[in-house]
């Protein structure tokens, strides 16, 4: 008899896709930064394959851009921006991640990864569009957080009486988020790169607060 039993649940495009950091900064005049890694978790009972496209494949060399990721687990995909010059400053480029079932050919869930090139580390990110990013940004992760109460929370209190996987680490990932220095600090041995801008900390701090509230109730 063939396996059926959870594909009610994988909508085609509808599974949400954790990726971190969700928007990348290359630096011209900072070598390290022009390698930047992406981290895709699979908080899910089943293995996901991945695909990495890109808006502009010329400018970047992705390492591994097909793959696997065992369920419950994690892979990092580097990035390296091979065509810095001044033409492309400010231009914002894209990465889609497209995941499926190992067994299946469509893409069950989507993400995307904005990837901006500035001329310094010092300059300041672009802030065009910052209230509609940290809008949509809020509501993506509301979303994965409803997905995941819905689809495992019976699952998660059957097997372990407390908080899911899936829970705990995005609470570990904002409070990483958290402790990360802000944008502008000076004196710091953290990677400028690593920097987060006041908003992305108040989004991190926003999803701690609904965590907080979801383990509470668990």
Do not use: W
């Amino acid at each position: 008899m063939q396996q059926h039993s959870r594909q009610p649940d994988l909508v085609e495009g509808r599974l949400p896709v954790f990726v971190f950091p969700t928007e990348l900064f290359f630096y011209a005049d900072e070598q390290a930064s022009h390698k930047q890694v992406l981290t895709l978790y699979n908080p899910y009972e089943f293995a996901l394959k991945f695909k990495v496209l890109c808006t502009a494949p010329n400018k970047y060399a992705v390492v591994d851009a097909t793959g696997a990721v065992k369920p419950q687990c994690c892979v990092d995909i580097v990035i390296r921006h091979r065509d810095v010059r001044a033409c492309h400053y400010g231009v914002i480029d894209k990465f889609r991640l497209q995941v499926s079932e190992q067994s299946q050919k469509k893409a069950l869930g989507r993400k995307e990864v904005m990837a901006t090139l500035l001329p310094s580390a010092t300059q300041e990110q672009p802030q065009s569009r910052p209230q509609e990013d940290e809008r949509r940004m809020k509501e993506q992760l509301t979303d994965s957080l409803f997905f995941e109460q819905t689809a495992f929370q019976t699952e998660s209190r059957a097997a372990s009486g407390g908080p899911s996987v899936l829970t705990v680490l995005l609470g570990l990932v904002c409070m990483a988020a958290l402790m990360l220095p802000t944008l502008g600090e000076q004196e710091s041995t953290v990677p400028v790169y690593l920097h987060l801008s006041v908003n992305k900390k108040l989004v991190a701090a926003y999803v701690l607060g609904l965590l907080t509230m979801v383990i509470l109730r668990t």
